[in-house]
């Protein structure tokens, strides 16, 4: 019963990171510059950040709940990031590396610097790569399937 | 006062000599390199590009395989190919493959392949994501970033004749060195300013590609949450600037760009059925 209760909260506790504010930063109602500011975050704010929506994120604060700029915030705590959090991936990734059947080797990353130096050729796994590669008119349905609209955007001088 | 001025004129003749003779030692020899490299440079077309890639790419395989996940692997592809219509260079031979290795990465290879890693894909939300990624890596293709870090390493790592050779035979020894050199590079990582560049012109290929152009900052955030000291984030890390500086360099140069699309699709649903079951 116990179990099941937590892992009841499990998607809850993802959805909330913590977040410190870098650059002082206006708490808004709605997530866009003209909506109504309800508080002014000081620098080092420790907050819950929830969902990011464009370039704001919705954050928790003991101010109450509103939206910052996604860029003035520090995903990870006020310090160093808390272990705990990466420690948990690192199960995650052990465990889905154990199953995956590639890569049975104990402790072998495969993609270490001194690995990649010493890399010898993989024909067969490049002739599987040639083989998943889509041509231009399957991307472009798949992008029509996905409702995105090809924009003229320019390059930055 | 003779002897001070005699030392004087020595000290100016010695002076004289030296700026006669060492500038011209030091153009010869910089007007060579400049030629080797440039004609380094023009050997290279679009063929041989492509032909160095397969081989840089084949390694890369050596080191980690594919995932054996065919969905995954195709939707990838569907994206990067979507993000590189987009570009300059569309009708490069484009290829995408997810890399089975817990390490958080992506690889950019010389005409049209990139990788990125399983641990990558794992912590993105969502599709913009992914796109942010994928543009970033697409920048170093049309830029030719490695390309032309490894015509510059070739000239210093074989000799002349060695390197004219390695780019005109597709087999031997010298072949054999000029690619494991290339793929050695991505154990060193590109200039900073490279990076720099692949960001900014990645977050435009994926409002370009009609994506929420905040999907590539987004991932850098995740990264900076990420313990520093996390084995998998090392060669990364040790290859890339700092998260933080390419969100401030982002946030500085791109803000106008990243605001006027940020109001376009994530794609968080698609991506979580393809890439998380």
New interface residues.
């Given amino acids: 019963m116990r179990i099941l209760a937590l892992l009841l909260l499990l998607p809850l506790l993802a959805a909330a990171e913590p977040a410190t504010v870098i650059k002082p930063a206006e708490l808004k109602q709605e997530p866009a510059s003209d909506a109504a500011t309800l508080a002014t975050l000081p620098e080092n704010t420790a907050v819950d950040a929830l969902e990011r929506k464009g370039g704001w994120t919705r954050v928790k604060t003991s101010a109450g709940e509103g939206w910052v700029r996604m860029l003035s915030l520090r995903l990870g705590g006020a310090t160093t990031p808390k272990p705990g959090a990466s420690g948990l991936t690192q199960a995650f990734n052990v465990a889905r590396s154990g199953t995956s059947g590639t890569q049975t080797t104990t402790g072998v990353r495969g993609l270490d610097a001194e690995q990649i130096a010493n890399a010898q050729p993989n024909p067969a796994e490049l002739a599987k790569l040639e083989k998943f590669a889509a041509d231009r008119d399957a991307a472009t349905s798949f992008a029509s399937q996905g409702k995105l609209s090809p924009t003229s955007v320019a390059y930055p001088k | 006062m003779k002897i001070l001025s005699l030392l004087a004129g020595l000290v100016f003749a010695a002076t004289a000599q030296a700026q006669f003779r060492l500038p011209n030692i030091d153009i010869n020899k910089m007007v060579d390199t400049v030629k080797n490299v440039g004609k380094a440079v023009k050997d290279i077309d679009e063929p041989e590009e492509i032909a160095i890639g ?2 840089v ?12 996940n ?1 969905g995954m ?2 939707y990838v ?6 993000l ?3 570009t300059e260079r ?2 490069l ?5 997810v ?5 958080v ?1 992506a690889f950019a290879v010389p005409g049209g ?1 990139i990788f990125i ?3 990558l894909l ?2 993105m939300r969502s ?1 913009a994501e992914l796109a942010g990624v994928l543009g970033h890596e697409i920048v170093h293709v049309l830029r030719k970033h490695h390309l032309k870090a490894i015509q510059k390493g070739a000239q210093s790592a074989l000799a002349g004749d060695a390197a004219a050779a390695a780019l005109r035979d597709r087999a031997g020894p010298a072949r054999d060195k000029l690619i494991a050199f290339s ?2 590079m ?3 990582g590109l200039d900073k300013s490279d990076e720099l560049e692949a960001d ?2 990645g977050v ?1 290929i994926a ?6 152009a ?1 999907g590539l ?2 991932v850098l ?2 990264l ?5 000291q ?3 984030l ?2 990364m890390f ?1 290859t890339h600037p700092a998260p ?1 500086e390419r ?1 401030d360099t ?2 500085e ?3 106008p ?3 006027a ?5 994530q ?1 968080a649903d ?1 991506f979580l059925r393809q890439v998380k079951k």
């Fill in positions: 397969k081989d790419a084949s390694r890369l395989l050596g080191a980690a395989p594919l995932v054996a065919p692997q195709r592809n569907n994206v990067g190919r979507w590189a219509v987009q569309p009708d031979p484009w290829q995408f493959g890399l089975d290795s817990p390490n990465n392949t890693t399983r641990g794992e912590r599709e793929t050695e991505y154990s060193r900014r012109l435009v409002a370009r590609g009609g994506y929420d905040y900052p987004s955030q995740t900076q949450a990420m313990n520093a996390d084995s998998a090392a060669l040790k933080a969100l982002l946030s140069k791109m803000q760009v990243l605001d699309y940020s109001s376009q699709p794609l698609r």
